[in-house]
């Protein structure tokens, strides 16, 4: 059983930044792709980036493609999220989720077989 715990999510103003993490309970932990996935209050649950098992290459929305980061730290099971110059339109439950291998159809929820609990990020005006 894979397990993901979130953190560092919490409330920010426009412009500010944050920095998440997703730690894994699994060996190895190398042959997993993670990625962030993100819902707002009544909408659908949205990609939001993913990094491949070796590190590279990693994949963006365009909605947060030049202010967020993603990256691994295998030795520690661990994947961030550096996000900066945050919008309002950011807040939202964010999501890792992890899959084995390195799959195609990266955006979708369904490929993803392992979720964390998620942590709320508020990005305010």
């Known amino acids: 059983q894979v397990q993901l715990v979130e953190s560092g999510g919490g409330l920010v103003q426009a412009g500010g930044s944050l920095r998440l993490s997703c730690v894994a309970s699994v060996r190895p932990f190398s042959v997993y792709s993670v990625a962030w996935f993100r819902q707002a209050p009544g909408k659908e649950r949205e990609f939001v980036a993913v990094v491949r098992t070796t590190g590279t290459p990693t994949y963006y929305a365009d909605s947060v493609k030049g202010r967020f980061t993603i990256s691994r730290d295998n030795a520690k099971n661990t994947v961030h999220l550096q996000m900066n110059s945050l919008k309002p339109e950011d807040t939202a439950v964010y999501y890792c989720?992890?899959?084995?291998?390195?799959?195609?159809?990266?955006?979708?929820?369904?490929?993803?077989?392992?979720w964390g609990q998620g942590t709320q990020v508020t990005v305010s005006s």
């Open positions: 989720a992890a899959d084995p291998g390195n799959p195609r159809s990266y955006t979708a929820p369904y490929v993803y077989d392992y």
